[in-house]
């Protein structure tokens, strides 16, 4: 089991920054890939970016060259600092963590999430 804390959110004004943290607990030593989910009221959940337990990283096109993805295996926390902010940024987002359990030679994923923390970006 794994449990995951984000913190980080608010509000701010468009062109702003903000740095959200997601800190993990539990059985963190089997967390593969970590990633930042956002969510709007009425829409998908939509990836925002991930990072493998290597540090190679994916982004959303929507946010390149803007967010960026950090991982601190040792403090077992993963940030997500959003630079340059549009108010379309604005959403719920949600911290999520992907643990592979291998049985018989069957790999399974099992997915674990935060609660989430809101994110407004004002025009």
């Known amino acids: 089991q794994v449990q995951l804390v984000e913190s980080g959110g608010g509000l701010v004004q468009a062109g702003g920054s903000l740095r959200l943290s997601c800190a993990a607990s539990g059985s963190t030593s089997s967390i593969n890939t970590m990633a930042w989910y956002r969510q709007t009221p009425g829409k998908q959940r939509e990836m925002v970016t991930t990072?493998?337990?290597?540090?190679?990283?994916n982004y959303a096109d929507s946010v390149k060259g803007r967010f960026t993805i950090s991982r601190d295996n040792a403090k077992n926390t993963v940030y997500l600092q959003m630079n340059s902010l549009k108010p379309e940024d604005t959403a719920v987002y949600y911290c999520?963590?992907?643990?592979?359990?291998?049985?018989?030679?069957?790999?399974?994923?099992?997915?674990?999430w935060g609660q989430g923390t809101q994110v407004t970006v004002s025009s």
């Open positions: 999520n963590a992907v643990v592979i359990v291998t049985t018989s030679l069957v790999p399974t994923p099992y997915f674990y």
């Open positions: 990072i493998s337990s290597t540090g190679s990283t």
